[in-house]
């Protein structure tokens, strides 16, 4: 799901980057209150939540957990780029919550910030995409309850493509050369965001790299990789990229609004697509970096995760366990009901009927043919420095060999602390 939609940010890597601020200690404790109650039966909870941009999102949280009966659990809905600073700050003191979503990060793990779920996922494991459980598992204990998956694709308007004659690209170059060709007075071919942070794994897993390999050694500097670095410079010069739109790329506005024919953005933002554009647009996945890669889909989404560090764990596990593993029908209401997103649970993706028609099905299957999921080793310090890369040889002009020679020093520096 998206964030507020005026909020111009890549909440997922402002969300990584503080939590690798928490765990060096660089945050200090914000204010007390913590929305805790005495009222109600059994323990009382807090859990926190960003808040989404889709209308509903805010009251079905609190619905659900107004449902459960064997604790008060009171929901802190915070806003913006506000989520990131208040979590990480707040679960160094003694108000922390007692369970929060965010997404699997290794460092959350060898802090002993977050709780062993195993015991309660194992029973439905099974039922769960593997690749889910996969990303949250370390030394085979699982930690954290995938609540949606959100594959991303590149969006596009029919209309425009059809009046320029482009097809729909496959390979980066023809996505460059569909970038030129749709570009106009009024309109640019494409919208990546400002600093391309969101492509970044799409482009490396197209050109048939990866970011580590199963050795967790790095994976990413190839030959292929370096290609694609040049074309992402090429593109980035070319005067076809929208840049300095209204809205960060997670907000569709700038290909509803025409300001883009072709936009990259997340399953979340089909209904709103839909309803702006009718039928008038498509997806596809990031195509091939070169020709012997293979296209891509990154798959984001949202995980619970309990404070292992809290005074409530076992009750904290307990709502969890019967939120997101028992309540099938307020997993579904909340994967599909507020935008669009994959249910993590087999049994739901095949029954979501909003899923089964349409662009919502094409999503589906590219997410099935051509998914990708974070790997939980991979930190914030490594992503930091792949977006440096970027920064170095697409937004400037630094040789990528030697960009990527300086991001291999600080990958390695990082695996040798959680790997040794």
Same mark, same amino acid.
């Given at each position: 799901?998206?964030?507020?939609?005026?909020?111009?940010?890549?909440?997922?890597?402002?969300?990584?980057?503080?939590?690798?601020?928490?765990?060096?200690?660089?945050?200090?404790?914000?204010?007390?209150?913590?929305?805790?109650?005495?009222?109600?039966?059994?323990?009382?909870?807090?859990?926190?939540?960003?808040?989404?941009?889709?209308?509903?999102?805010?009251?079905?949280?609190?619905?659900?957990?107004?449902?459960?009966?064997?604790?008060?659990?009171?929901?802190?809905?915070?806003?913006?780029?506000?989520?990131?600073?208040?979590?990480?700050?707040?679960?160094?003191?003694?108000?922390?919550?007692?369970?929060?979503?965010?997404?699997?990060?290794?460092?959350?793990?060898?802090?002993?910030?977050?709780?062993?779920?195993?015991?309660?996922?194992? &029973?439905?494991?099974?039922?769960?995409?593997?690749?889910?459980?996969?990303?949250?598992?370390?030394?085979?204990?699982?930690?954290?309850?995938?609540?949606?998956?959100? /594959?991303?694709?590149?969006?596009?308007?029919?209309?425009?493509?059809?009046?320029?004659?482009?097809?729909? &690209?496959?390979?980066l170059d023809e996505l460059m050369e569909a970038a030129a060709k749709?570009?106009?007075?009024?309109?640019?071919?494409?919208?990546?965001?400002?600093?391309?942070?969101?492509?970044?794994?799409?482009?490396?897993?197209?050109?048939?790299?990866?970011?580590?390999?199963?050795?967790?050694?790095?994976?990413?500097?190839? &030959?292929?990789?370096?290609?694609?670095?040049?074309?992402?410079?090429?593109?980035?010069?070319?005067?076809?990229?929208?840049?300095?739109? &209204?809205?960060?790329?997670?907000?569709?506005?700038?290909?509803?609004?025409?300001?883009?024919?072709?936009?990259?953005?997340?399953?979340?933002?089909?209904?709103?697509?839909?309803?702006?554009?009718?039928?008038?647009?498509?997806?596809?996945?990031?195509?091939?970096?070169?020709?012997?890669?293979?296209?891509?889909?990154?798959?984001?989404?949202?995980?619970?995760?309990?404070?292992?560090?809290?005074?409530?764990?076992e009750a904290a596990k307990a709502y969890v366990k019967w939120l997101?593993?028992?309540?099938?029908?307020?997993?579904?209401?909340?994967?599909?009901?507020?935008?669009?997103?994959?249910?993590?649970?087999?049994?739901?993706?095949?029954?979501?009927?909003?899923?089964?028609?349409?662009?919502?099905?094409?999503?589906?299957?590219?997410?099935?043919?051509?998914?990708?999921?974070?790997?939980?080793?991979?930190?914030?310090?490594?992503?930091?420095?792949?977006?440096?890369?970027?920064?170095?040889?697409?937004?400037?002009?630094?040789? /990528?060999?030697?960009?990527?020679?300086?991001?291999?020093?600080?990958?390695?520096?990082?695996?040798?602390?959680?790997?040794?």
């Amino acid at each position: 799901m998206s964030a507020l939609s005026n909020s111009n940010w890549d909440r997922r890597n402002v969300l990584r980057a503080a939590m690798g601020l928490a765990a060096a200690g660089g945050l200090t404790a914000c204010g007390g209150n913590t929305g805790r109650s005495s009222g109600g039966s059994g323990d009382a909870l807090v859990q926190y939540f960003h808040a989404y941009g889709e209308a509903g999102t805010e009251q079905a949280i609190k619905k659900y957990a107004k449902a459960y009966s064997k604790a008060n659990v009171s929901t802190q809905w915070i806003t913006s780029a506000d989520y990131e600073s208040k979590l990480f700050a707040t679960l160094l003191t003694d108000n922390a919550p007692d369970l929060f979503e965010f997404h699997p990060q290794m460092q959350m793990i060898t802090s002993g910030q977050v709780a062993d779920l195993t015991d309660i996922i194992t &029973p439905v494991k099974d039922d769960f995409n593997p690749a889910d459980i996969k990303s949250h598992t370390v030394d085979g204990k699982i930690y954290g309850v995938r609540m949606i998956d959100d /594959p991303q694709f590149f969006f596009y308007r029919k209309s425009m493509l059809e009046a320029a004659k482009v097809e729909v &690209p496959t390979t980066l170059d023809e996505l460059m050369e569909a970038a030129a060709k749709l570009t106009t007075g009024k309109v640019k071919g494409l919208y990546m965001g400002d600093d391309l942070h969101s492509v970044i794994n799409p482009m490396i897993w197209s050109a048939g790299a990866d970011t580590l390999d199963e050795k967790n050694q790095i994976a990413y500097h190839t &030959p292929g990789v370096i290609e694609g670095i040049k074309k992402m410079r090429k593109l980035f010069t070319s005067g076809d990229l929208l840049l300095g739109a &209204p809205t960060a790329s997670w907000d569709p506005s700038s290909l509803n609004q025409g300001l883009c024919a072709i936009q990259f953005c997340g399953m979340w933002a089909m209904p709103g697509i839909q309803a702006a554009l009718g039928d008038d647009w498509g997806v596809f996945p990031f195509p091939k970096t070169i020709d012997s890669g293979k296209q891509s889909v990154y798959n984001g989404g949202w995980s619970m995760f309990v404070n292992a560090k809290g005074d409530n764990v076992e009750a904290a596990k307990a709502y969890v366990k019967w939120l997101w593993l028992d309540q099938k029908e307020y997993q579904e209401d909340w994967a599909t009901s507020y935008g669009f997103h994959i249910p993590p649970r087999s049994s739901l993706a095949k029954t979501a009927t909003k899923l089964k028609s349409g662009n919502a099905a094409e999503g589906v299957r590219l997410f099935n043919e051509f998914g990708h999921f974070d790997n939980i080793g991979w930190t914030q310090a490594m992503i930091t420095s792949l977006e440096d890369v970027f920064a170095n040889s697409v937004r400037k002009d630094m040789d /990528p060999e030697a960009a990527l020679d300086k991001a291999d020093t600080a990958v390695n520096r990082e695996l040798k602390k959680l790997f040794g």
